[in-house]
């Protein structure tokens, strides 16, 4: 019995093969991503825990350690002669012949005695080799960026060095401070600060500043004089500021993660923050704030005193070094046990009681005394004809109002 071919898959069929294809070759590298990223986040845990380090230097060992530091490479002497070939080629007038250039640069080398030639020669091609190199990095470094290429070249850069910074200090136990300012406003590179903190407190406590305003005041008297910096002091964060900024910093951070990890509507979140009852706050949400900066734990940004205070904590809200943190089930039944037997033993302390609570808030009523002299005045106004002559009953006697006849009907 004859079969029929197999019929050809159609474009339209076979273009939607390829898209379900791409899409779970896609979904199956974002899953093997993830478990790999799994694996690193468990190793970089396991590290910092066995060795009592910060996670950001094990990660910054594990695979961002020493990133400015290039290769040195032994010269080879085979590719000075094809540096030395390519040159003639050049002279010769013979263009690039693009992904072919190297092979067929390759193939001519390779019929020549290129490895019998003496050591003043070799010398003389390892020498061109590192004195072309030399050039043209010297060029590299001199060409003029683009605005747009300078920015990323800087943000590049000085992230490589603050990961640099971050290693040397683990393992030397320094401390760094390194300002990057702009020379010119329309450079468009931002200020840049990478300090240790045992720099920011000294910094702190020595100037009454921290690095990022002594930055700010330094760029902008280089890009501006004395007057860009009365320009920049006048616009500095006050006292008050700074209080409302770290307020609207932990209240957003509240809302955030009361969305994100506990599902709630827009319409049940808080809308304030009570630091007196942040107790009572973390047994009712299963939410505490980890990473205060300050001593004596979280308390309202009023009573911490002093502006330093304020701008480190506000970095480290800003920089999510301090933030909300989600409790665990276990962590949180056991910080409402402790609140229940708290209260039970009366510890906990209760917000002032009204002097008049219990009693009833209705509205007091006019004594009979009021009430019969409000009425003694208007009938007087009404006899002695006050009023009259305007209004939609002025032609009507003082002694006969109409409302009366209503009142009697």
Same mark, same amino acid.
């Given at each position: ?159 490589? *060095? &603050?990961?640099? !910074?971050?290693? =040397?200090?683990?393992? %030397?136990? @320094? ?134 205070? *304020? &701008?480190?904590? !506000?970095?480290? =809200?800003?920089?999510? %070094?301090? @933030? ?86």
């Amino acid at each position: 019995m004859a079969t029929d071919p197999p019929s050809k898959a159609t474009k339209a069929q076979k273009a939607r093969e390829q898209k379900i294809a791409s899409r779970q070759r896609k979904e199956q590298f974002l899953s093997d991503v993830q478990a790999h990223r799994d694996i690193f986040k468990g190793a970089v845990s396991t590290l910092a825990e066995n060795h009592h380090k910060d996670e950001k230097v094990v990660a910054a060992h594990l695979y961002a350690s020493s990133r400015l530091v290039k290769p040195t490479r032994k010269p080879n002497l085979y590719n000075a002669v094809l540096h030395a070939k390519a040159l003639e080629r050049k002279a010769k007038g013979i263009g690039s012949e693009g992904k072919d250039t190297l092979k067929n640069l390759s193939a001519e080398v390779a019929n020549t005695d290129w490895r019998d030639l003496t050591d003043e020669q070799c010398t003389a091609l390892l020498d061109g080799l590192a004195a072309d190199k030399q050039q043209k990095e010297l060029k590299e470094n001199q060409r003029d960026l683009s605005a747009a290429n300078r920015v990323r070249t800087f943000e590049r850069t000085t992230n490589a *060095l &603050e990961t640099e !910074l971050v290693t =040397l200090s683990a393992q %030397t136990g @320094c401390e760094y401070l390194s300002f990057f300012v702009g020379s010119k406003v329309t450079d468009g590179i931002a200020a840049r600060i990478l300090s240790s903190p045992g720099i920011r407190d000294a910094c702190i406590q020595l100037f009454k500043d921290t690095p990022e305003n002594m930055v700010l005041r330094i760029q902008a008297y280089i890009q501006g004089g004395l007057s860009g910096v009365v320009r920049v002091t006048e616009g500095a964060r006050t006292y008050t500021t700074l209080k409302a900024e770290v307020r609207r910093e932990i209240l957003e951070g509240l809302r955030d993660i009361l969305k994100t990890e506990r599902a709630y509507r827009e319409q049940d979140l808080p809308t304030v923050m009570s630091y007196k009852q942040y107790d009572g706050l973390v047994c009712t949400y299963g939410v505490q704030i980890v990473g205060w900066t300050e001593a004596g734990g979280v308390t309202n940004p009023d009573e911490l005193g002093h502006v330093f205070k *304020l &701008e480190r904590l !506000l970095g480290a =809200l800003k920089k999510k %070094t301090c @933030c909300w943190e989600v409790l665990s089930d276990e962590e949180w039944n056991a910080k409402r046990d402790a609140r229940a037997a708290a209260n039970a033993a009366n510890l906990l302390k209760r917000r002032k009681e009204r002097i008049d609570k219990g009693k009833s808030k209705k509205k007091l009523v006019k004594s009979r005394e009021l009430v019969d002299s409000s009425e003694d005045e208007a009938e007087t106004d009404v006899a002695s004809g006050i009023g009259a002559g305007s209004g939609p009953f002025a032609n009507e006697p003082a002694g006969d109002s109409v409302m009366d006849g209503v009142v009697d009907a």
